[in-house]
């Protein structure tokens, strides 16, 4: 036998592969339709919000003036819808004053310590079925709750409250996932070094956990922005009154800075207006407030973000 | 386990003599008398189980103060989950529960009462990967003291200057220490920063997780340099695969293996000369000479 000692060794002979084929016609195939198929879904998001901003542009060209965003509302002319702006600006930071701490909390909680166990569970499952709720439904609960049993009306805080209903699980989720995702080995760092729990949690977790903590508070306060269903039983639609700014007394429900008061909100306008608005500029003002409603999302994101990044460095000086 | 006949093992390591000659000069006398004698850790029968699946069983050794204790095995073997004991985190670890004594100057640390923060700023832990925080280098040695209270600024300036220096980073980092962060730094530079930032808590015992696997040639022996150089002060207990670090720069060695259940049990343990020229146990030999795998 003159068979090399190594022929075990020896590539299995067979014929060569060439190199212009990767693989197999089929195979191939599947790449290029999985490349088209993903560039199309891509393209798609994009046209889809392309065409709703440029619709929205479009139709709110000539609406949207300084004197549109400043003015109350009028029965015989455009007028404009500060109030109900204003209202959306005051739910938002109402709604994030409450949702926000109890959320980020929560999501310390079942991040960081309560492991997993049927309370957890029972928690997720809840989070779960609240966030399916129909928001209509939501706010039948605060109009029962707040407005009826125990009598506050219609008012800004019951909006608020029943609007936290409805994002506290969101937020709460987010923020476990934001936590979650923070290394171990950044905790297990700190506590080597002889830090507490809640140091370490203070001081490094959460820290790094920001730009998800944005992410959440980012979709929570986009839901408030565009929720009528849940204000529209809790909050009020009526045309808000003329506001006087310099009123400050929280307790009176004139004053456009009280929690004690009907606020309806620009997303609650326009589905008032849409439903069962008269006037003759009915139309244009339905446009022109979708937009500002579109541009105010994109406003509040944007500065979320810069917010976070700024938060991001000065705690973590990085 | 496998013994001489294998031929893989053999193949894998082609030079065991080379290896056996290389280590034969011991930096420390051969022979136990030399150390100095104060004890500063004793552990008692020390077990560790992941639920019913024991991971190290009944360990017991002492650790003189101001010496270098390393442990050494081969993977799965329970060495670091040994070290670990030492600053109880394995308490971290669900489900891992420790059975023996381990004793710190004389105190069980796994008493119920002892606060394991304060544990473990008298015994810090630098680990396998560099993790500073991302932070400035200040911040990342600041870090120990600032959570104990300490924000007077000049102390603290201080205090970040003298750990940086004895952890030998010093002149490489002054001139941004508050603008850089730690994770801008090469891995070596890492590594001492994560020295730096356990010094700075002022401990008096170091562990040391494998703390040079992740890095270069160059930075392994800068780590090894400093070792030595903290030997002056501080007790320090070093897990490494590697034998050749072990042998340049432990003063006592202890060898960890595992049993047929996977177990991690101490085969033997004595002063790093002996361990590594005239080992008492056939399987030491065996891992110092590269036949066991």
């Given at each position: 036998m003159t068979a090399p000692a190594n022929q075990a060794l020896a590539r299995p002979s067979g014929p060569k592969q060439s190199l212009r084929r990767k693989g197999s016609r089929g195979s191939i195939l599947a790449d290029r339709a999985a490349t088209v198929v993903l560039w199309g879904t891509g393209v798609l998001v994009l046209a889809i919000l392309g065409s709703i901003l440029l619709h929205f542009a479009l139709a709110a060209w000539g609406v949207v003036s300084p004197s549109f965003i400043l003015d109350d509302p009028s029965s015989t002319a455009l007028g404009g819808i500060m109030p109900v702006l204003w209202n959306s600006i005051y739910m938002l930071v109402l709604t994030m004053l409450i949702a926000v701490p109890v959320g980020i909390l929560g999501g310390i909680y079942m991040a960081?310590?309560?492991?997993?166990?049927a309370v957890t569970s029972a928690i997720r499952f809840a989070e779960e079925a609240i966030s399916s709720v129909p928001s209509i439904v939501v706010g039948l609960f605060g109009l029962i709750l707040f407005v009826d049993d125990a009598h506050w009306g219609f008012t800004a805080l019951a909006g608020a409250l029943a609007l936290t209903f409805f994002n506290l699980p969101l937020m709460t989720r987010l923020s476990e996932q934001a936590l979650r995702a923070v290394p171990q080995e950044e905790r297990s760092a700190s506590l080597a070094l002889g830090a507490t729990k809640w140091q370490t949690i203070q001081h490094v977790v959460v820290p790094l956990a920001i730009p998800g903590l944005i992410t959440g508070v980012i979709l929570t306060a986009g839901r408030v922005f565009g929720e009528a269903a849940v204000l529209?039983?809790?909050?009020?639609v009526g045309t808000p009154p003329h506001y006087n700014f310099a009123n400050f007394d929280l307790l009176n429900p004139a004053s456009p800075w009280s929690p004690f008061r009907p606020a309806t909100t620009l997303s609650v306008y326009i589905y008032k207006l849409n439903s069962e608005g008269l006037g003759a500029f009915k139309n244009q003002i339905v446009d022109g407030s979708a937009a500002i409603l579109i541009a105010m999302v994109l406003i509040f994101n944007l500065g979320a973000r810069f917010i976070g990044r700024l938060l991001t460095r000065r705690l973590t000086a990085a | 386990m496998s013994t001489g006949d294998e031929m893989p093992t053999t193949a894998t390591y082609p030079e065991p003599v080379l290896r056996r000659v290389e280590v034969a000069t011991p930096r420390v006398a051969d022979d136990a008398t030399a150390l100095p004698t104060e004890v500063k850790i004793a552990t008692e029968h020390v077990s560790v189980l992941y639920g019913d699946k024991v991971?190290?069983?009944d360990v017991s050794l002492t650790v003189q103060a101001r010496s270098i204790l390393a442990l050494i095995g081969p993977s799965g073997s329970g060495k670091s989950t040994f070290l670990r004991c030492f600053n109880r985190m394995n308490d971290l670890i669900p489900g891992a529960v420790v059975r023996g004594e381990v004793c710190l100057d004389g105190e069980n640390v796994m008493d119920p009462d002892v606060s394991v923060v304060e544990l473990r700023r008298r015994v810090g832990m630098v680990f396998q990967r560099p993790n500073p925080f991302p932070m400035s280098i200040y911040e990342n040695v600041a870090y120990g003291p600032r959570r104990r209270g300490q924000n007077d600024k000049r102390k603290l300036d201080e205090l970040v200057e003298t750990s940086l220096k004895r952890a030998a980073l010093w002149d490489e980092v002054r001139d941004d220490l508050r603008r850089k962060s730690g994770l801008a730094l090469s891995g070596g530079q890492q590594q001492r920063l994560c020295i730096a930032r356990v010094l700075a808590t002022d401990p008096e015992v170091i562990l040391m997780d494998e703390p040079a696997s992740a890095l270069d040639p160059v930075s392994t022996l800068r780590i090894e340099e400093l070792m030595r150089e903290l030997r002056e002060a501080y007790t320090i207990v070093i897990v490494t695969h590697n034998m050749q670090q072990a042998a340049r720069v432990s003063d006592v060695t202890a060898f960890f293996t595992m049993a047929e259940d996977r177990a991690g049990y101490l085969v033997e343990v004595g002063p790093t000369g002996r361990i590594f020229t005239r080992p008492n146990e056939r399987l030491t030999e065996d891992y110092i000479s590269g036949r066991f795998g």
């Open positions: 960081e310590y309560a492991g997993e166990n529209l039983f809790t909050a009020g | 991971a190290v069983r």
